[in-house]
């Protein structure tokens, strides 16, 4: 396998400006609590999506400096039940850019509040789109990958865009529109 150069630019953006990765990646804790209860006892699946949608729109805004909006989530995973009373850590990062796109990958951990191992609950891809002034698509800075593992991340998420794209034209060839 040929060694890639570290740190690389990548992105489809007309900008000349770059951000590396970590100059975005955010890290959010919340407490689960008991307004967010499922009758099962433990927290919705729904709280946990805005939590994802909220640490999302910091990284993909703090990356595009300017604003976002989510344009859809991909491959969300609920491996593990949240407990009301533990603490939900959320950890985000651009995986990659396109012209005026990005997908965020968030990974949610769960931990008792006295403390423990913390375990993996869920996982999600967010595409986040920067908007201008006018509320129309804007350009977005390149990316800088600072490791192996960001790269395999973009490689990853260049494959899940291409997937997502073709599944749309085909969707749409179907509809006869």
Do not use: W
């Not at 990646?25 to 805005?50: C, E, H, I, K, W």
């Amino acid at each position: 396998m040929n060694r890639i150069r570290i740190p690389l630019t990548v992105g489809d953006s007309t900008l000349e400006r770059a951000h590396p990765v970590s100059y975005s990646q955010q890290t959010m804790a919340y407490l689960a609590a008991p307004n967010d209860a499922n009758l099962r006892g433990s927290v919705f699946g729904g709280v946990v999506l805005a939590l994802v949608d909220k640490v999302a729109y910091v990284t993909a805004t703090r990356h595009a400096d300017c604003p976002t909006v989510t344009a859809s989530f991909d491959q969300v995973d609920f491996r593990s039940p949240i407990e009301i009373g533990e603490i939900v850590t959320l950890h985000a990062s651009v995986n990659y850019v396109g012209r005026t796109s990005m997908e965020v990958g968030v990974r949610v951990m769960a931990e008792s509040v006295s403390g423990g191992v913390a375990r993996h609950t869920n996982s999600c891809y967010v595409t986040m789109v920067a908007l201008d002034e006018q509320g129309k698509p804007a350009a977005v800075p390149k990316l800088v990958l600072e490791s192996e593992v960001q790269y395999r991340r973009y490689e990853d998420a260049r494959e899940r865009r291409a997937t997502r794209l073709r599944l749309a034209r085909e969707r749409h060839q179907r509809s006869g529109k």
